[in-house]
């Protein structure tokens, strides 16, 4: 029974790992460089096609903060279903995989699984991310203020449309100064 169980772990974990590799054509390109302690802080969420956690919400801010060993700690905030909704609080740990360019990470939510996080767009003076995925079934467009010009808005979800993304899966994400 032992045996059985270790060996339905490692088939999980490679089917898993398998997820994360390139799929639907061409590679998906990240940033040429991050400064990881300038890319740290507070992230509006503008926009994304959102993971079954993310429905439903408002204000939505992840943060990162660099720790000593290198990894990155994240808080992932929204009040669910309206502005006054619940506050819901995620830890994800944040990995760089990718020391070169700093823009190729694993972001862990449940032990020991990781999932694929590419920096695909960063305005340079880093007011704007935009974070991919090569499965191109999630993405999130975030700034460091709660809104950002329907002309930028508008350039990048036709960017996420060149990289392969069904652009019509975007939804913004409502969000109120101070969230």
């Known amino acids: 029974m032992k045996r ?16 994360c590799t390139e799929e639907g054509g061409a590679p998906m390109d990240t940033v040429k460089q991050v400064d990881l302690e300038r890319f740290m802080g507070k992230w509006y ?5 959102p993971t079954f956690v993310e429905k439903g919400a408002y204000n939505a801010v992840e943060s990162y903060a660099l720790n000593p060993d290198g990894t990155i700690a994240t808080t992932f905030t929204f009040n669910k279903d309206g502005f006054d909704g619940p506050l819901k609080t995620h830890n994800p740990k944040g ?3 990718d020391t070169d360019t700093n823009a190729l990470w694993w972001m862990q939510f449940i032990w020991p699984f990781k999932a ?3 920096i695909v767009w960063l305005e340079p003076d880093y007011s704007i991310t935009v ?7 999630y993405v999130w467009i975030m700034a ?4 950002i010009p329907q002309a930028k808005y508008d350039e990048i979800v036709a960017f996420l449309g060149g990289l392969g993304y069904d652009t019509s899966k975007i939804e ?4 109120r100064s101070g969230g």
Do not use: Y
């Open 131 to 137: 974070i991919g995925r090569a499965k191109r079934d």
């Open 95 to 97: 990995f760089v995989r």
């Open 4 to 19: 059985l169980s270790a060996l339905l772990l490692i088939t999980l974990v490679l089917a898993l790992a398998s997820g």
């Open 144 to 147: 460091r203020a709660p809104e």
């Open 116 to 118: 694929d996080f590419r």
């Open 45 to 49: 969420v503008i926009a994304n096609i």
């Open 172 to 175: 913004k994400v409502p969000q």
